[in-house]
């Protein structure tokens, strides 16, 4: 394959690369090409691209994308460094097949460092394989394998507390604003989806006026069956600021616990909710499971296809490492357990030892653990009616609960002299840049750190949370609501968060921002090598 020149070049639909997908008659949009089209109602006489196309956890030679057909079909795949798709690797993709959902996935290998990679896609439809879909295109870039710039966004929660795409107010409008900043890539923090969290028609505001939900018959109740989480996908993918962002951006995605049920853990049984005839959510878990890994362009681990927890890679100044919070805690309880034991796990003994080991062998720069968790923001639940916590936070004190796998991790990037990890989430539904500060802390046995919040990107705004002392997390700055709770979109208090790392002095600059790209605080951080 050619290589273009290191500078990002510029994605455009020019008139010779729209002859060369033998779509030069008007049929064709350019919003189609990229993966824009409207998803499909109903079969025409070619398969179609129903979602769009997606890309996801780039590597310096890799990349995963996804599609998903109206029908039985095969991916066919071109791969190209331009879009004139000049000297393309021609590949046989994967079937798309009722298994799966119709979706398909494929690891792009033996890519070229740091360039901009094109793929067109069509369908080759299995009942009749002369029949053909019309072609699509994606990019994304890969990571590069020297110094050089580093751009990329994160945040979560997607269409929650009923919030859902409002067509008279732009759709998820937060996801174009993040696409302005030309990201390399994009975290999604977690709950991608709220499979919890039913979309009605409409939703009146407190001002009297009509908020508009977009519905589907998936989204219309809780999700108990394959097909109703397979539908709270397609439901957020039918939102064209959505489709843009995955054609052109990388999506790196963790889950937290609304790709299940709200604070759900594994053995959890839904007595005493009405809503649910399924009431084992570790059942229910399996089956959102299934759903987020055909949706979304995780590549399998080799060995563990069902793992989500993975590292990505992205050049020597910077790995990231993807935790699950969700997948092997123990119950949530009143969380004050003062001995380690299987009640107390959080990230559980597999997970935390091959984070530890994963961190020790790092290289790079910077070591981003991305969390679907804040550390010292309490995040409440409600067990058997008395008071529990949900993630590792219990109060002021000493390590207690689950906060002794925080406590066991950040003891041993001390003691091992593991530098520069910076924490990124979202989960609570405003934005704040945390200081950890051992000589603030009950807990002082670690080096300090910092921990950056940044979310909803499209759902209610609540907060803030209370602030919990152990590992002595000093609020540096906080957007949020002041307590009103559950705010829509309209409000304004949608957040994302933007980092730079500069490839000659090696800085990372962390930004939280809000719907409209206004800057609400920065923060440059230097490297340990130009300190």
């Not at 710039?149 to 174009?176: A, E, P, S």
């Not at 900043?181 to 977690?190: E, V, Y």
């Not at 028609?201 to 009297?208: A, I, M, Q």
């Not at 009950?442 to 919040?453: A, L, S």
Request: charged share 25%.
């Amino acid at each position: 394959m050619s290589q273009l020149p290191n500078a990002r070049s510029t994605f455009r639909l020019t008139r010779r690369s729209l002859l060369q997908t033998g779509a030069a008659g008007a049929g064709l949009a350019g919003a189609g090409l990229l993966g824009l089209s409207a998803p499909a109602i109903a079969q025409s006489n070619r398969p179609v691209f129903t979602h769009g196309v997606q890309s996801g956890d780039v590597t310096t030679n890799s990349g995963m994308i996804w599609a998903r057909a109206d029908r039985p079909s095969r991916l066919l795949v071109e791969v190209a460094t331009s879009d004139s798709f000049k000297d393309a690797r021609r590949l046989r993709g994967p079937a798309a097949i009722e298994t799966s959902d119709f979706t398909a996935k494929m690891d792009l290998t033996d890519l070229p460092a740091g360039q901009d990679i094109f793929y067109r896609l069509q369908w080759q439809d299995l009942a009749d394989v002369n029949v053909m879909s019309e072609p699509t295109l994606g990019r994304f870039r890969t990571a590069p394998a020297d110094k050089r710039d580093i751009n990329f966004v994160w945040t979560g929660d997607t269409c929650g507390q009923g919030w859902g795409i409002n067509l008279d107010w732009g759709g998820l409008r937060c996801y174009q604003t993040m696409l302005d900043n030309r990201p390399d890539f994009f975290i999604h923090s977690g709950d991608n989806i709220y499979a919890d969290g039913p979309i009605q028609s409409e939703v009146t505001l407190p001002d009297g006026s009509i908020w508009k939900n977009l519905t589907t018959e998936e989204k219309s109740k809780v999700a108990e069956t394959l097909a109703e989480f397979r539908g709270c996908y397609k439901y957020n993918l039918m939102d064209e600021n959505v489709r843009r962002m995955n054609a052109e951006v990388p999506v790196f995605s963790q889950w937290d616990d609304h790709e299940v049920l709200n604070n759900w853990y594994p053995g959890e049984m839904l007595i005493s909710d009405d809503r649910y005839k399924v009431k084992s959510a570790s059942l229910l878990a399996s089956r959102a499971q299934r759903a987020f890994l055909e949706y979304m362009p995780i590549r399998p681990t080799l060995g563990d296809p069902e793992r989500i927890y993975r590292k990505v890679s992205y050049g020597p100044l910077l790995d990231v490492f993807f935790v699950d919070m969700r997948s092997y805690r123990g119950a949530n309880s009143a969380n004050r357990q003062a001995e380690r034991s299987a009640a107390t796990d959080f990230l559980g003994p597999d997970q935390l030892m091959w984070l530890k080991r994963e961190l020790l062998a790092s290289k790079a720069t910077w070591k981003v653990i991305a969390a679907d968790m804040p550390i010292g923001i309490q995040v409440k639940d409600k067990v058997d009616g008395q008071p529990a916590f949900e993630n590792s936070s219990n109060g002021d004190g000493p390590v207690l609960g689950r906060e002794h796998d925080i406590a066991d991790l950040l003891r041993f990037a001390k003691n091992n002299r593991i530098e520069q990890i910076v924490w990124l989430t979202a989960d609570v539904h405003y934005t704040a840049a945390h200081y950890y500060d051992p000589n603030k802390a009950q807990f002082q046995d670690f080096n300090p750190f910092w921990e950056f919040v940044s979310g909803p990107v499209h759902a209610g705004s609540f907060g803030p949370g209370e602030m919990d002392n152990t590992f002595g997390p000093q609020v540096i700055y906080t957007k949020n609501p002041g307590g009103k709770p559950n705010l829509a979109p309209s409000e304004g208090l949608q957040f994302f968060g933007q980092v730079r790392i500069d490839g000659e002095t090696e800085a990372m600059t962390v930004t939280l921002k809000d719907l409209n790209n206004e800057e609400l605080y920065s923060v440059t951080l230097k490297a340990a090598t130009a300190a």
